[in-house]
């Protein structure tokens, strides 16, 4: 048998007719929080998953006043008509987003939320943090619409995997108002346990590869080079000093020409296929080999007229350099320079007269 349905009350109607009056103000509104939010996220540098928002239906609200109206004084008591949530990456963002609500709104700290400190065996999907903002007066919110400043909205901040647990819990929890069995609530009660591990793990990874790379840096900057292994993230670090730029300015003083920087980043492969394995192997590098590289680069450009070298020339003429002297012949300069272009006959080519080259030159035969 079908439940009636709780008639509105007179209030109830007034309210409802509140709304119509201001349900251009609320979509206004949702549009200007979303944008001043991701402006802010993006000027902070704070990357997250998705901003959503919605404003509630007329058809939600009337059952929401059907409900308990009778709590509500006018429109301006009801704190969710709009509501917008961020979807972060990681559990950490969830307070940086909260911190950038805090410097741009009014927080109505009575009636927002933190449910991140509920301990319920199955709580993890809806472990969010909840504001009740408002905006300032002093911000302009809907021009023309003063009231604007009185309408409070809600903000729910989540983790990508509490948002994604949030809706298939829901999903197969309370669709079609089916109680599920006991045996399968544990089971989803487990699942729920190991996605808030993983929840953890990740902003605890992130945690410490942050201190990694701060460690790498410190080192570089100390010049401690031996001790940091050749990485993506140390190899980056060491760019950052720009070791290879003396010689290149060397190299380019040859014809007087001027430096197109590129990025190579694509040396490290090289360098770890070299045997390459801390940074102050590079560093070693550079000091035995760069007059090595520099005699290189007088044979390939001294005799022309070019007047724009790529700032790679110095680190790929330090690994020719470091091949031929190591004895790894055309073999070896044709794997460096596959590893560099892509596999190619040309490289087969310039391997062959790079070997022939050098034969000349008196690094060679010291």
Known sequence: MKQKEIPLTNHDREILAQYDQLLPVYMQMAGLVIRQLK????????????????????ESLAGKLRLKGSKYHDIFDITDLVGLRVITFYI????????????????????????RKAHEIDSFGYLSLHYICRIPESSVAV????????IRFEVQMRTVLQHAWANMNHDTGYKNGVEIPRVYMRDMSRL?????????????????????????????????LSEVELNGDSFRSFLSIKPFDRLTRRIASINQAEIQQVELLPFLSVFISMGFRTLGDLATLIKDYSEAAYQIACFQIGLTDLDILSSSIAPQNLCIAYILKNGGGSAGLKTMLDTLNGPSEGNAMMAEFLVEQASEMAFMNQ
């Open 192 to 224: 729920a346990g190991m996605l808030e591990l993983v929840d953890d793990e990740f902003s605890r990874i992130r945690r410490e590869l942050t201190d990694y790379r701060r460690q790498v840096q410190s080192l570089v900057a100390s010049g401690n």
């Open 143 to 150: 021009p023309g619409h003063p009231e604007a400043n009185r």
């Open 39 to 58: 402006d802010f996220f993006n000027e902070s540098g704070i990357i997250v998953a998705a901003v959503e928002h919605r404003v509630k239906t007329r």
């Open 92 to 115: 950490d963002d969830v307070d940086k987003v909260a911190s950038v609500l805090e410097r741009l709104y009014e927080i109505d700290w009575t009636n927002s939320i933190d449910k």
